[in-house]
């Protein structure tokens, strides 16, 4: 079994950008090595831990080196920062048991307040199409491109090339 840790920053954090990458980079290499490796019988997850860790201290002394007062930063902490990371062992011994055999290629999000959820796949929200074998143009992109971000363009729109 294989147990990689990440972070919800794979989203995108402001101002931690190469953090952000490098966790992003875990997730995709957690799924990747869950394909290279299906069939063999070895798993590979990754989880994403919000508890309160050694990185939630060093944070908690850059705020307080800013002025921020204790009692502000822990007010506007989530409720999973108010406990330790112990809650998580058992899932991990779940993952690494006979029990999680099957589970692979997923990221977990392991909260110490006692929340554990799982994160959806990267999915296509919404597309569009240019004429097969023509080059978009920019009159088309304008029109078409908010549409699909909005998502109010349908599923398979082919836009006409001027």
Not at 18 to 29: K, N, R, V
Not at 30 to 57: F, V
Not at 125 to 139: A, V, Y
């Amino acid at each position: 079994r294989i147990i990689n840790a990440s972070s919800e920053s794979w989203v995108g954090l402001m101002g931690m950008s190469a953090y952000s990458a490098a966790c992003a980079g875990i997730w995709s290499f957690t799924r990747a090595i869950a394909q290279d490796l299906d069939g063999t019988g070895i798993t590979t997850n990754s989880y994403s831990p919000k508890a309160r860790t050694r990185s939630w201290y060093s944070m908690l002394a850059t705020y307080r080196s800013q002025g921020i007062p204790v009692d502000a930063i822990e007010e506007g902490a989530p409720e999973a920062m108010r406990y330790t990371a112990d809650i998580f062992a058992p899932f991990f011994a779940y993952l690494a048991s006979d029990f999680g055999s099957s589970i692979t290629g997923y990221l977990f999000e392991t909260n110490a307040d006692g929340r554990l959820a799982i994160w959806s796949e990267p999915e296509v929200i919404n597309e569009i199409w240019s004429d097969l074998g023509k080059p978009w143009d920019m009159e088309s992109l304008k029109s078409q491109v908010p549409l699909m971000i909005s998502g109010r363009a349908p599923n398979r729109t082919t836009l006409e090339l001027h």
